[in-house]
């Protein structure tokens, strides 16, 4: 069992970031002890780092929310959730398509311009 700070410190979450994660369903039967602290275990844990892959790949609140939900509700849900994945990986594709021609891009003008700097610095050394 951890401690919500044990929690935070090992995810980087913060412990708000916690209990808003379960006020918004996405992480529902943390324990508590009897004082009311939270308790967490390493299946928490596990299912925190789904929320934060999905979440760090564009996935919306909301929609991480029914992704839990419905696994929730059982294995008669499963299709439903291996199309919320397949679209959302779908989503990812695409935008991990359109990052590398921005990297391309980036990387091409860096050499174009580290060609310049080059070509200028010998200039500048010829004229001394």
Avoid: P
């Amino acid at each position: 069992m951890y401690t919500i700070q044990e929690v935070s410190k090992k995810t980087g979450l913060t412990a708000h970031t916690l209990r808003y994660y379960e006020k918004e369903g996405l992480l529902s039967g943390v324990e508590r002890t009897q004082g009311g602290f939270r308790q967490y275990t390493d299946e928490d844990l596990e299912r925190l780092s789904l929320i934060c892959c999905l979440k760090n790949t564009g996935m919306s609140i909301q929609e991480i929310a029914r992704f839990v939900q419905l696994t929730h509700e059982g294995d008669h849900t499963l299709k439903e959730r291996v199309e919320l994945l397949r679209e959302h990986r779908e989503r990812v594709l695409e935008r991990m398509e359109e990052m590398q021609k921005h990297l391309d891009k980036v990387t091409w003008k860096l050499n174009f311009f580290s060609e310049k700097l080059r070509a200028y610095e010998e200039g500048k050394a010829e004229k001394k």
